[in-house]
């Protein structure tokens, strides 16, 4: 991940960027496959009085071709900030993906990971750049295309979270490590399509 290389050519030695992976297996129906339909049926063409959406059962004795939905074990990468001398994960930095904010395993892996994080000693950075899906809980409604939450395990249950939309620049914001906070914002670079921390 070139965020973990960033983040760590700015920090201290005392710190180490790892990236960590969370692994579960997903039901079929939960797939986000682009261009790939969940059920397909393939049968003869239909008669030009039926309406094209129709489909026609095949003469007894022949079959049609299905696509089933399939499980699949799915791997959602995220970035831990540890301290060298103990190995103690001091922040834990998790870009949201699409099935995070669907309902399905994937929001369930997350929701359990990220409670676990909620209530313990490790600070936690949530970046969710994705327009569409339902975001993660919080008492207050705020409405807004994208979403930097920061939650310090000595302010708890109180976070801060920047809301920006679209034509909105990327805000900058501090990483906390253990009793300081390092500064740090995302540039978005259009060349490589990827998206940076700068110091």
Same mark, same amino acid.
Do not use: C, H, M, W
């Given at each position: 991940m070139a965020i973990a290389?960033?983040?760590?050519?700015?920090?201290?030695?005392?710190y180490r960027?790892?990236?960590?992976?969370?692994?579960?297996?997903?039901?079929?129906d939960e797939s986000l496959l682009v261009g790939i339909p969940d059920v397909a049926i393939a049968s003869q063409q239909p008669e030009q009085s039926q309406p094209a959406a129709t489909v026609t059962l095949p003469l007894v004795g022949e079959s049609i071709t299905v696509t089933i939905p399939m499980r699949e074990e799915v791997q959602e990468r995220y970035l831990e900030i540890r301290e060298v001398a103990t190995g103690t994960v001091i922040t834990a930095i998790e870009i949201l993906s699409p099935k995070n904010k669907r309902s399905g395993e994937g929001r369930q892996a997350y929701s359990r990971k990220r409670n676990q994080v909620l209530l313990g000693l490790t600070h936690l950075i949530e970046i969710d750049l994705l327009r569409g899906g339902q975001p993660l809980p919080m008492v207050e409604r705020v409405q807004s295309d994208y979403r930097i939450l920061i939650s310090r395990s000595d302010r708890r249950p109180s976070a801060q979270l920047y809301a920006f939309n679209l034509r909105h620049e990327i805000p900058r914001f501090f990483?906390?490590?253990? =009793?300081?906070?390092?500064? =740090?914002?995302?540039?978005?670079?259009?060349a490589a399509n990827r998206f940076a921390f700068v110091h």
């Open positions: 290389d960033d983040l760590n050519d700015n920090l201290s030695e005392k960027v790892a990236i960590e992976k969370r692994t579960y297996i997903s039901g079929g990483v906390p490590l253990a =009793l300081f906070l390092f500064s =740090l914002s995302i540039k978005q670079d259009n």
